[in-house]
């Protein structure tokens, strides 16, 4: 475990996967808690992936990831790739 804290620690940013999966265990909400300790209002560093979820799932989950912004799996991995980029390459202006 101190191998992903280290990881977490050091990571800029977070892809989360939010999934059935995700939301069933306990370990990611620890990983999770670590990333949303890391934010301030003016540096984002929680990417959410919506994966076979509802906005209703999140909501139910996490009150903090039901406010922001995700990218679905649902239009495909070409998207989720796509928005991810554009987020990054954003960040950099």
């Known amino acids: 475990m101190k191998?992903?804290?280290?990881?977490?620690?050091?990571?800029?940013?977070?892809?989360v996967n939010l999934s059935p999966h995700f939301f069933a265990k306990e370990w990611p909400q620890r990983e999770?808690?670590?990333l949303v300790a890391r934010e301030t209002s003016s540096r984002k560093v929680i990417l959410p992936v919506w994966h076979n979820v509802t906005q209703e799932d999140i909501e139910r989950f996490s009150s903090i990831l039901a406010d922001r912004l995700g990218v679905s799996t649902t239009g495909g991995l070409d998207i989720v790739i796509q928005e991810i980029f554009l987020f990054l390459f954003s960040e950099q202006q």
Request: aromatic fraction near 6%.
């Open 3 to 15: 191998v992903q804290d280290h990881g977490l620690s050091q990571s800029k940013y977070g892809i």
């Open 32 to 34: 999770l808690d670590g």
